[in-house]
């Protein structure tokens, strides 16, 4: 089917004293099909922490913490039909050590809903942010919900904290 939208009809059955009509209303709508570009697929934040990061302390997420690395990704709806995405967020950002990022240390900045036009793509911004987070490599999932898609697109997320300035100076 290459065309969605309402149709109407009428169904007509003949016998040989007798006729049947049935009225038909009939919808059709297409499945949105929203999935990541090729380069979104092995997704890297790089977090540079600030001048005043210290390489020791409690990490934290405050309101007003700075911005210590973004990047974007694209959304690309292959389907004929517009979609909607009602949310994004990420999971819970962990190292090979058991370590964990704070909640909100690693969150998409982007305003839902957004809609997608039919073949159409758009950009996902994804910040770190916060103060005192440990350095390593940490792994996670951005999970993106799309309205009537059947699953939720699904993005391996991985995030290296390097060690701050301050660190280098003291040794």
């Keep these: 089917v290459d065309r969605f939208g309402r149709f109407e009809g009428d169904l007509q059955f003949t016998y040989t004293d007798q006729e049947l009509r049935i009225h038909l209303i009939v ?18 934040l790089f977090i ?12 934290e997420v405050e309101e007003g913490s700075p911005v210590l690395g973004e990047v974007a990704l ?7 039909s517009p979609a909607r ?15 964990t990022l704070p909640q909100e240390a690693v969150r998409v900045v982007s ?3 957004i809609d997608l036009a039919a073949k159409s793509a758009m950009t996902l911004r ?12 940490y792994n996670g999932t951005l999970l993106v919900n799309v309205e009537n898609q059947p699953g939720a697109v699904q993005i391996p997320l991985k ?7 301050l660190l280098a100076f003291v040794l």
Aim: glycine fraction near 6%.
């Design 126 to 137: 994804v910040q770190a942010r916060g103060s005192n987070l440990p350095a390593g490599e």
């Design 159 to 165: 995030v290296q904290v390097k060690d701050g300035p």
């Design 74 to 80: 694209s959304l690309i709806q292959s389907s004929d």
């Design 48 to 59: 540079e922490p600030s001048l005043f990061d210290y390489p020791f302390g409690r990490p």
């Design 111 to 113: 305003e839902f809903p």
């Design 27 to 44: 919808e059709l709508h297409s499945v949105p099909a929203v999935d990541v570009d090729v380069n979104s697929q092995n997704l890297t």
């Design 85 to 99: 995405v009602a949310a994004a967020e990420v999971l819970a950002m962990q190292s090979a050590q058991g370590r």
